[in-house]
């Protein structure tokens, strides 16, 4: 298995082989902590990639995408990219309440 590492403590393990898949990993979700993946299926779109993460106990499904930390399609060396777990809407506001599905790195403190 090979594992790319992206910002922030996050990054994905490919399978070996020709048509590597991405099977597990590290996301950030959007309370800002750091989870393993429990589950990654197989892509739905050409940006996303159904998975799942264990919070409080409990599998929280959504999907996973690679974006800068601040939130751009572009990473740069201040801005690195990270792979970011969404969770679904329907289970959002139970899991990450005052959370809504556009979220961002915290400024540093200038």
Not at 21 to 41: F, P
Not at 50 to 76: F, H, M, N, Q, W
Request: hydrophobic share 45%; net charge positive.
């Amino acid at each position: 298995m090979d594992y790319r590492n992206l910002g922030l403590g996050t990054g994905f393990k490919l399978s070996r082989g020709g048509f590597a898949q991405v099977i597990g990993g590290r996301a950030m979700c959007a309370d800002g902590k750091v989870r393993a993946l429990a589950h990654v299926g197989e892509p739905d779109t050409v940006w996303t990639r159904p998975a799942a993460v264990k919070v409080k106990g409990r599998y929280v499904a959504g999907y996973v995408t690679i974006e800068s930390a601040e939130g751009s399609d572009v990473p740069l060396d201040h801005d690195p990219a990270v792979l970011k777990f969404c969770a679904n809407v329907d289970v959002r506001a139970a899991v990450f309440p005052g959370l809504d599905a556009t979220w961002k790195r915290p400024a540093a403190d200038a």
